[in-house]
């Protein structure tokens, strides 16, 4: 066997399948990559295995679902599942989003701004 090769990648599929215990879609749908999850200080204590012990240590400060995947090397479907585990277990809070167009320009002021640069 060669650990860098195919049955290394296999394995890390396999890992994946039973840390998720199968699922691949998170109980909450709604958590995007850019969410941000913070611990809730009781969940430091609180009896976790391995991936998820870790999400909650990183999660004492406020970090994205996209970062946890990329510090814990989770691949991205991964992380959502656990990181919608613990929230529905009350280890993590989700922080709510923005509106969507909060502090954003208007699409009119978009297309001005757009229409200027053509005509340099």
Do not use: D, K, N, Q
């Given at each position: 066997m060669n650990p860098g090769g195919e049955d290394a990648e296999a394995g890390e599929v396999v890992r994946a399948?039973?840390?998720?215990r199968g699922r691949t879609r998170p109980v909450r749908p709604e958590l995007r990559l850019e969410t941000l999850v913070t611990a809730f200080p009781a969940a430091l204590g609180a009896p976790l295995d391995?991936?998820?012990l870790r999400i909650v240590e990183l999660c004492?400060?406020?970090?994205?679902?996209?970062?946890?995947?990329?510090?814990?090397?989770?691949?991205?479907?991964v992380a959502r599942v656990l990181v919608a585990d613990l929230a529905a277990?009350?280890?993590?809070h989700v922080h709510d989003h923005p509106p969507e167009h909060a502090g954003r320009p208007s699409?009119?002021?978009?297309?001005?701004?757009r229409d200027g640069l053509l005509r340099l």
């Open positions: 399948f039973i840390v998720t391995f991936e998820r004492r400060f406020p970090h994205s679902v996209a970062e946890i995947a990329a510090l814990l090397s989770l691949p991205l479907g277990e009350r280890h993590l699409i009119a002021l978009l297309e001005r701004i």
